[in-house]
C-alpha cells in the first residue's frame, strides 16, 4: 500500500495511507545497506503487519523530486514563508537570507505577512510591499481577522507546504485557520520582549484534505548562508540575477563596479532597496567569510 511519511519519531516512521490510516512503520534493514534515510515527506510502500494496531514495515521509498535540510523534508513543493508585518517588526534580512537559502535548495517561496490587522502594519506597509518588485509571490493576511486567507487556503491545495518563518509571526495560528481540528499550539507573545515562544517542537506533516499537507516549522531567528562563494550570491536573488551579462563589467558583482545595470535599477526604483541592501551585507559577509 501506498502512502506518505508524515512524521518520525524515535526510529518509527508515521504513513498516512490511501486508504486514510496512519500506520506505524518501521524500516528494517534494507535502508541502511542503500544508505537512504527515509525523511519526512517521502513516498513510500508499505507492507502491512498488523491491521488492528495499525503496523506496518516500510519496503519502499519512492523517487523524491527534492528534500531540505531544515527542516528535513522531502518532495516539497512549495514554502511560504510566514512574516509578521506589525510585531514583532518583519526582518528583512533573515527574510532574504532565508530566500537565498530556498533559492539554493531550488523549492518555489511565497512571501506571506501576517497580522496586518494591526496598526502598526503602517509602520512596515510600504518596506514589505517593495518585495512585490522582486518577483516572489507576496500576500497579505491576517489569521486573526480572516483577510487574505481564502487566497492561501487555494494556494495549498494539493501540494506539500512548509510554513517557515520566525517565531512569534502566526505560523502555527494560520496553519489553525486552515486546519482548526489539528490545535497547533500557539504562543502567547510576551508583553516585555514580543517574542514568540517555541511551541512547535518536531517536524511533522500535517494532512490537511485528499493530497494536501501542510509542514509547521518551529521558528528561526538567524540564518546562514553556506556552500557559496560571495561571486555567486548574485544568482540567487533573481530580481538581481535579471542583469547577468547586461553591466559594462560581465562578470559585474553589482557593488562598486562603474555602469552597473542593478545600481541603476535600485536608484530609479526598479529594484528595492532594501534587498539590494541585504544583497551587499550578504556579500561581504561571504567575502569575510573566505578570508577566515
Ligand atoms: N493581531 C494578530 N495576532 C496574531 C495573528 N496571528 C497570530 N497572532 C498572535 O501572535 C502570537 C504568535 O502566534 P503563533 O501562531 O504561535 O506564531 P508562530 O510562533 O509563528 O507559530 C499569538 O499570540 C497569536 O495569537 C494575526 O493575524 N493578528
Ligand atoms: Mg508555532
Ligand atoms: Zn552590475
Same mark, same amino acid.
Given at each position: 500500500m501506498q502512502g506518505k511519511i #508524515? =512524521? %518520525? #519519531?524515535g526510529g518509527f516512521y508515521y504513513v498516512f495511507c490511501e486508504d486514510g490510516t496512519e500506520y506505524e512503520c518501521k524500516a528494517k534493514g534494507i535502508f541502511r545497506n542503500k544508505k537512504i534515510k527515509p525523511l519526512v515527506g517521502d513516498n513510500v510502500n508499505i507492507e502491512i503487519l498488523d491491521r488492528t494496531k495499525n503496523l506496518g514495515n516500510i519496503i519502499e521509498i519512492l523517487p523524491r523530486f527534492n528534500s531540505l535540510i531544515r527542516p528535513a523534508v522531502a518532495n516539497v513543493d512549495q514554502t511560504i514563508i510566514i512574516f509578521s508585518g506589525a510585531?514583532? &517588526?518583519p526582518n528583512f534580512n533573515l527574510l532574504d537570507r532565508f530566500l537565498v537559502n530556498m533559492e539554493m535548495a531550488g523549492v518555489e517561496t511565497v512571501i506571506c505577512f501576517n497580522k496586518t490587522d494591526l496598526n502598526e502594519f503602517e509602520i512596515y506597509r510600504d518596506k514589505c510591499q517593495s518585495y512585490e518588485k522582486s518577483g516572489y509571490k507576496i500576500m497579505y493576511i491576517s489569521a486573526k481577522n480572516g483577510d487574505g486567507l481564502d487566497e492561501l487556503h487555494s494556494?495549498? $491545495?494539493? $501540494?506539500?507546504t512548509v510554513f517557515a518563518g520566525p517565531s512569534g509571526? %502566526? =505560523?502555527?495560528s494560520t496553519l489553525n485557520t486552515i486546519k482548526p481540528e489539528a490545535e497547533v499550539k500557539t504562543g502567547e507573545l510576551s508583553e516585555k520582549i514580543q517574542r514568540g515562544k517555541h511551541t512547535t517542537r518536531h517536524? &511533522?506533516? #500535517?494532512h490537511i484534505e485528499d493530497e494536501t499537507y501542510i509542514m509547521d516549522t518551529p521558528g528561526f531567528s538567524s540564518l546562514y548562508i553556506e556552500g557559496i562563494e560571495e561571486g555567486e550570491l548574485k544568482e540567487y536573488f533573481p530580481d538581481i540575477a535579471e542583469y547577468t551579462g547586461a553591466c559594462r563589467f560581465n562578470m559585474c558583482n553589482h557593488i562598486s563596479e562603474p555602469d552597473c545595470r542593478v545600481k541603476e535599477a535600485v536608484e530609479d526604483g526598479r529594484v528595492s532597496r532594501i534587498r539590494y541592501d541585504n544583497y551587499v551585507a550578504l556579500y561581504n559577509e561571504l567575502k569575510e567569510k573566505r578570508k577566515w
Open positions: #508524515i =512524521k %518520525g #519519531i510585531y514583532p &517588526e494556494l495549498i $491545495k494539493n $501540494k506539500t509571526v %502566526g =505560523k502555527s517536524s &511533522e506533516l #500535517i
